[in-house]
């Protein structure tokens, strides 16, 4: 039976957010928590995020009009909801295409009692958590009130169910998270615990990066998109906005 799919999927992490920026000045300061007034759903972009979100909608909107997405599913962070409008504003979208699609699915990884840690926080506040991350690693570590990566990827695999039955042969543009990236990597190309980690070590998604696939060239048992790109920068650098890759506030305590 073939497999039911999009014709296109492109998967872009949101642009640079204000957690972003407060993560790096609390690493720069050797603070142990993030200053962020708001929670971690609520924070916008920064004014270079909505410049990269302007560009790439630019860069979708060259496309030729039957090759540009028809659907928009983002997550409900506000980081991810304004990339999203502001892509579309730019003319990105196929004529006719629906409202944007929210679903929380796609949502960032919650981090539970290290919410706006810095990794200097989390050794000195949840000593106990920092060791049994290194014991067990980021993707099987769940911290007290918040997900390891295989709980992002039990939801994401149900909302690639919901694309297979509801989006069948779309073009879709889906805007989210970083961690979400990787862990639709994982999911959309069989990967092991050991290679998307390895995958993730290599360098930070970058803000407005594209990751795209289309249908597989030969059918065969295994995945049924084909990697076209990934972490795909160019169209913001020939729009001349900013290119940065800081990982989210909250992710940025976990990197090895």
């Avoid at 909107?61 to 090759?67: E, I, L, V």
């Avoid at 991810?80 to 979208?93: D, F, H, N, P, W």
Wanted: with cysteine; proline share 7%.
């Amino acid at each position: 039976m073939p497999h039911r799919q999009p014709l296109r999927l492109w998967i872009v992490r949101h642009g640079e957010s204000a957690g972003n920026v407060a993560r790096d000045a609390a690493q720069a300061a050797g603070a142990t928590r993030i200053d962020i007034a708001e929670r971690d759903v609520d924070v916008p972009l920064s004014e270079r995020g909505h410049r990269q979100a302007e560009a790439l909608g630019r860069w979708f909107a060259a496309m030729p009009a039957d090759a540009r997405p028809n659907l928009v599913l983002a997550s409900p962070y506000r980081r991810a909801v304004q990339t999203a409008e502001a892509i579309r504003a730019s003319g990105a979208l196929a004529a006719g295409a629906p409202p944007l699609l929210v679903d929380e699915r796609l949502r960032e990884k919650e981090f539970g009692i290290l919410d706006r840690l810095t990794r200097a926080g989390i050794e000195q506040l949840h000593p106990e958590q920092a060791e049994l991350r290194t014991d067990l690693g980021k993707f099987y570590h769940r911290p007290p009130g918040g997900e390891s990566w295989c709980d992002v990827i039990l939801r994401l695999r149900s909302a690639l169910d919901t694309m297979a039955l509801h989006y069948e042969g779309q073009r879709i543009l889906l805007v989210a998270h970083q961690v979400v990236v990787l862990c639709l990597r994982y999911l959309l190309e069989n990967r092991t615990e050991a290679e998307i980690l390895a995958i993730d070590a290599q360098g930070d998604v970058a803000n407005c990066g594209v990751t795209e696939y289309a249908p597989a060239a030969v059918a065969a048992p295994g995945p049924a998109l084909d990697l076209i790109r990934y972490n795909f920068v160019a169209p913001l650098e020939a729009q001349g906005a900013p290119v940065t890759s800081e990982p989210d506030a909250n992710e940025a305590q976990a990197k090895s």
